[in-house]
């Protein structure tokens, strides 16, 4: 019989020959990743009676979430992080003008096929569209792994979804990860192995389908896993690769819980409406929902296509004069980029606020935190309610081309009409 | 730890970290006493005024998705709550909870059979829960994460370990 991925990589990390899906196996990861929460990991893992991490070339830290620091308390923080790091002597360590933690891993080549790599973040399901199986702990599970190298997990059993067809104009990878979570639902793939295959999924772009394994999570999957091709060997031979890059797929005889097909032929824009993820609407159904800012960027859709997309649709016009664009894109490479094409100079015309790479509001932090009763489309991951600060603000969810078209408009809008 | 005894409080599905420990505290407040005043505050703000230690939250699928933060798990410690259960629980806060001694018990049936403020006796050595005259069976934890839960967590249970292999 078959294995899958999951449990094909789990048996290897693991020092097994093999392993089920079910058992509980103690796997030695290539890599941890923490960001502004390593402080609290490192403050842990003193508690625990180690002087020094075991393995600190094991060890990724990215300083995201809230920088440069908005309060004393962030500061001090970063500052916690900064010394922690220099005394344990962590190589991998970036700084606040890096980017945001999941688009920093890939571009410095901590994501690669056989990879190993456990978060104190739960979106570290991302680095599956390189054939990673990465997946997000908590943080003293990270300050486990700082002290002793190694961590226990589930072997998950594995969900298959086979997508074909072509994305029709205006529909984008966002809209086919919002299509599945309103399908199977927020614990549709509960503690399962999610794999992605088809050809709709051959024909994305990496940063498309980075969109779709980064909100993996969103419908409670352990890893968002796709089968990497040559455009990831493409992507990885002009990166300096952290580690050994080891294929591995999915027998063809692999048993799986599910395989669940879909055609994309006819897939129309959704949007995710308050307060959850998986209450996705037809575009038609919310159209017309009037918004006060609308958010651009984020570990979900920060990368230069998303940039492009928006542009393209902003090139020569202005935003709602009640609206507030946000930009934020992913990594300061991104940022670089954008602004040599001349994105920025489009963006800024039409009226956004371009921001430095970092999390931003889409956690609440700062930069951009909602005021009671106001409405915001975001191509971020979450709609929780409270989530971008205030609990009496909504949050919608949608692609860039859906966020960029509702801005001009100062309503929720389908892209369609754009194309 | 093996037995448990509390009142019950009662929410739906898909509790996620948002509404359990909201994203602006994360950094922001940090003392365990603090972080029991806000456990909850944005789904019920009644809770963590009126919480009792050894209260037991029942709730529907999929509790705790969302983030990774694990003040999800631990401000509910902070707050005395003894054990949370769920119809099913988002995978990151089952093993947050573990981690911080938090028995998560995954028992569907006694959804439909409990109220808010019902007395729940939870005994986890023999996989039951006693409530209202009735018993309700849920599945043992695994030896390997048993023996983190026993520890009062995983950080007690690898000062444990290291103890023993100095």
């Known amino acids: 019989m078959g294995k899958t991925f999951a449990e094909k990589i789990l048996a290897r990390k693991s020092g097994k020959n093999e392993v089920k899906a079910g058992e509980i196996v103690t796997v030695q990861p290539d890599f941890v990743m923490s960001h502004d929460n390593s402080a609290a990991i490192s403050k842990i893992f003193k508690s625990i009676g180690k002087k020094r991490v075991i393995c600190p070339e094991k060890i990724v830290i990215v300083l995201d979430h809230c920088a440069p620091a908005a309060s004393e308390k962030y500061a001090n923080n970063h500052k916690i992080i900064r010394e922690f790091v220099s005394e344990n002597g962590i190589k991998n360590f970036y700084e606040i003008n890096t980017g945001i933690c999941h688009q920093v891993l890939p571009e410095k080549g901590f994501a690669y096929p056989g990879a190993l790599v456990l978060g104190s973040d739960s979106h570290t399901t991302t680095y599956g569209a390189f054939g990673a199986f990465s997946t997000g702990i908590g943080r003293s599970e990270a300050a486990a792994i700082w002290a002793t190298g190694k961590l226990w997990l589930k072997v998950p059993e594995t969900i298959k979804f086979v997508i074909n067809g072509k994305m029709p104009k205006g529909v984008y990878s966002k809209d086919l990860v919002l299509k599945i979570i309103g399908e199977i639902g927020a614990d549709g793939a509960l503690y399962k192995a999610v794999e992605f295959t088809g050809n709709t999924i051959d024909e994305m772009s990496l940063s498309e389908r980075m969109v779709i394994s980064n909100m993996a999570v969103e419908m409670g999957a352990k890893i968002g896993y796709m089968k990497p091709d040559e455009k990831v060997f493409e992507f990885l031979n002009e990166i300096d690769v952290k580690g050994e890059v080891e294929v591995v797929f999915s027998d063809e005889d692999a048993v799986y819980e599910k395989v669940i097909e879909m055609d994309v032929s006819h897939l129309s824009p959704k949007v995710s409406a308050p307060h959850t993820v998986d209450n996705v609407k037809d575009i038609e159904e919310v159209k017309g929902t009037k918004i006060n800012q609308a958010l651009l960027g984020t570990c979900t859709n920060g990368r230069l296509e998303d940039l492009r997309i928006a542009a393209k649709i902003l090139k020569g016009k202005k935003i709602d004069k009640n609206v507030r664009l946000l930009v934020f894109p992913a990594s300061m490479k991104i940022y670089k980029e954008a602004l040599k094409e001349g994105i920025f100079e489009i963006l800024l015309d039409a009226g956004a606020i371009i921001l430095n790479p970092n999390c931003g509001p889409c956690l609440g932090a700062h930069e951009g935190v909602l005021a009671d009763g106001e409405v915001c489309i975001s191509t971020a991951n979450r709609n929780f309610k409270g989530r971008m600060g205030n609990k009496n603000s909504f949050i919608y969810l949608g692609s860039p081309a859906t966020v960029a078209v509702s801005a001009i408009k100062g309503e929720i809008s389908d892209p369609r009409e754009f194309f | ?166």
């Open chain 2, 1 to 166: 730890m093996s037995k448990i005894k509390g009142k019950v409080w009662k929410y739906g599905d898909d509790i996620n970290t948002d509404v359990i420990f909201p994203g602006k505290y994360t950094y922001t407040i940090t003392d365990f006493n603090e972080m029991a005043k806000h456990a909850l505050e944005d789904l019920d703000p009644e809770f963590s005024k009126n919480v009792k230690k050894g209260d037991v939250i029942v709730a529907g699928f999929n509790f705790g998705c969302g983030s990774s933060r694990e003040q999800a798990a631990s401000c509910l410690v902070a707050a005395g709550v003894g054990a949370v259960i769920a119809k099913s629980f988002s995978r990151i806060f089952f093993r947050n909870a573990i981690n911080w001694g938090l028995p998560a018990i995954d028992c569907p049936e006694i959804f439909d059979h409990v109220e808010k403020g019902d007395e729940v006796v939870i005994d986890l050595e023999e996989g039951k829960i006693y409530a209202k005259g009735r018993e309700f069976s849920f599945p043992p934890l695994r030896d390997e994460v048993k023996e983190i839960l026993m520890s009062g967590g995983l950080i007690n249970y690898l000062k444990k370990n290291l103890e023993e292999e100095k």
